[in-house]
């Protein structure tokens, strides 16, 4: 594939935008808001910063990504749809009887998911044990893992990067959304893990911290960063705003896991429309 320019990488993000309300418009469920404010990310990993191939999906020197917050799986179809590993006309199968998009990523039932994930912090460990495998079987590839900052609650993450650290696992990649909203509200009212950059460098991670993670042009210095460092795994903190590029959405925590109503959905596409415009 070429490679986008950043222009045609935020055109992306808005087509993925557009997936994932369209999925969980037709689901009638599922959770709009951290898969809309991950939105860049996802762009920037399946279109400009992993080696794969989406029609040799098990290809053994791809590099690997883990969905640590898996109820996120909106945005992770959608890029992987219009990426190719299938139509993007089936997004709007999300969460049906017999489709391979259920509401957590399932590796046995979708080709393309290198771990089936959903239950919060164990995707981290599944990702440090890849990138330990490829360390000892001396293979190229990276592994990048995403995971919520309401994730990081869990102790499971901190167990993951004592390891990673201890390793020093460089082909390791950590992301984490920092949207600053979980379920039940403000992270830092529900239990903050803030201070977030200093945690992870307390376990010998190189840590980047990006002001705007909605930013392609931030996105992009954050990973151009990450590639040059040696003996240390990276933890890139990204501030994005949950429910990005839906203004009825952004920062509101009710948005975490419902589906828009007909009237909502078409809103939300009329402005993701205007969006497309102006870009």
Not at 45 to 55: A, V
Not at 60 to 82: E, I, N, Q, W
Not at 123 to 138: E, F, H, P
Request: net charge neutral.
């Amino acid at each position: 594939m070429e490679k986008m320019t950043i222009q045609e990488l935020k055109r992306m993000a808005n087509h993925i935008r557009r997936g994932i309300l369209t999925s969980v418009y037709h689901a009638g469920a599922g959770h709009p808001g951290g898969s809309l404010s991950a939105a860049e990310v996802f762009t920037w990993l399946y279109f400009r910063e992993m080696n794969i191939d989406p029609t040799n999906p098990r290809w053994p020197d791809r590099d690997r990504f883990v969905l640590s917050k898996g109820h996120t799986a909106p945005g992770y179809y959608a890029a992987m749809a219009y990426r190719g590993y299938f139509p993007v006309e089936e997004l709007s199968t999300l969460r049906k009887l017999g489709s391979p998009l259920q509401g957590h990523p399932c590796m046995q039932h979708l080709a393309g998911v290198d771990m089936s994930s959903g239950s919060l912090g164990q995707g981290i460990s599944a990702a440090v044990g890849m990138a330990l495998a490829g360390k000892m079987d001396k293979r190229s590839y990276r592994v990048f893992t995403l995971l919520g900052d309401g994730e990081l609650q869990e102790g499971q993450v901190w167990e993951a990067a004592m390891f990673a650290g201890h390793r020093k696992l460089d082909n390791l990649c950590v992301i984490i959304d920092n949207n600053g909203l979980q379920i039940d509200g403000k992270v830092e009212e529900v239990c903050s893990p803030y201070p977030i950059e200093d945690k992870f460098k307390a376990f010998r991670f190189h840590v980047i911290s990006v002001l705007d993670g909605n930013d392609m042009e931030q996105v992009e210095k954050a990973f151009d960063e990450a590639k040059t460092i040696q003996a240390k795994p990276v933890a890139i903190v990204l501030k994005t705003v949950k429910g990005k590029g839906i203004s009825f959405m952004e920062n509101q925590p009710s948005w975490h896991g419902k589906a828009p109503d007909k009237k909502e959905y078409e809103r939300a596409m009329l402005e993701l429309d205007k969006i497309q415009e102006a870009l």
